[in-house]
């Protein structure tokens, strides 16, 4: 159980272009998702939350115009990268919030690997 | 959130008992504290979480003292393939603060055979 999924997991777009990255719960319901970068030897930073219905939250310094996300079910949430630069490859980690009991977990996706040229 | 620290690195032999420790000297009442495990280009992996006094499955143990201000995470036997990036974090439910997990540093645990 508690199974996320990422699309694609992994990419590689010219610089101007946006990228699409897809997350869903494969197994249960998500009313809340995170999004996270990381940069290779450095930890998670977490971007945004992501909120069934609603807008997503952004984390202080992360341009909510550039990396657009949208969570229209309770399975699925996507964040576009939109006019890509070299700067914003990375490793993209999406992650779901499930229960594990006595309280919510962090259930997190394989990640997917951005590249921009 | 309550900040963690974790020792940067640890090396360890296969078949080794390994504890790694986490300080979370500003966890709140209502926090739980988790662990994951990350393996190179993979997302994190959920190992184990706690409140209080001692947690055990079939991977680990945490074990957590009265006053919740650090928590120890124990691997039984380590294997090569343990040999990853383990992270402790400390999160309120999702209700009070949205399941919001900020992740620290994490211990670079690399066991040699």
């Known amino acids: 159980g508690a199974v996320v999924s990422q699309h694609p997991s992994w990419v590689i777009c010219k610089s101007g272009t946006s990228v699409k990255i897809e997350c869903r719960s494969l197994?249960?319901?998500?009313?809340?998702m995170f999004w996270y970068r990381q940069f290779p030897k450095q930890s998670l930073m977490l971007m945004a939350t992501s909120n069934e219905g609603s807008k997503a939250t952004y984390e202080q310094g992360v341009e909510k115009d550039k990396f657009l996300i949208n969570h229209a079910s309770l399975t699925l949430s996507t964040l576009t990268v939109t006019s890509a630069h070299p700067e914003d490859s990375s490793f993209y980690i999406c992650?779901?919030?499930?229960?594990?009991?006595?309280?919510?977990?962090?259930?997190f996706g394989p990640g997917t690997r951005l590249t921009v040229l | 959130l309550a900040k963690t620290t974790q020792p940067i690195s640890m090396d360890s032999y296969e078949g080794q008992e390994v504890n790694i420790t986490c300080s979370h000297n500003n966890i709140a009442t209502n926090d739980y504290i988790t662990w994951y495990q990350q393996f190179p280009s993979q997302g994190p992996r959920f190992i184990i979480q706690g409140y209080k006094t001692k947690v055990t499955n079939e991977v680990a143990s945490l074990f957590i003292p009265a006053d919740r201000k650090s928590s120890t995470l124990s691997l039984p036997r380590v294997s090569l393939s343990d040999t990853a990036v383990y992270y402790c974090?400390?999160?309120?439910?999702?209700?009070?603060?949205?399941?919001?997990?900020?992740f620290g540093q994490g211990t670079e645990l690399s066991v040699k055979p």
């Open positions: 974090l400390v999160g309120d439910s999702p209700y009070n603060q949205g399941g919001k997990l900020i």
């Open positions: 992650s779901a919030l499930g229960s594990s009991g006595r309280t919510d977990t962090q259930y």
């Open positions: 197994d249960f319901q998500a009313t809340t």
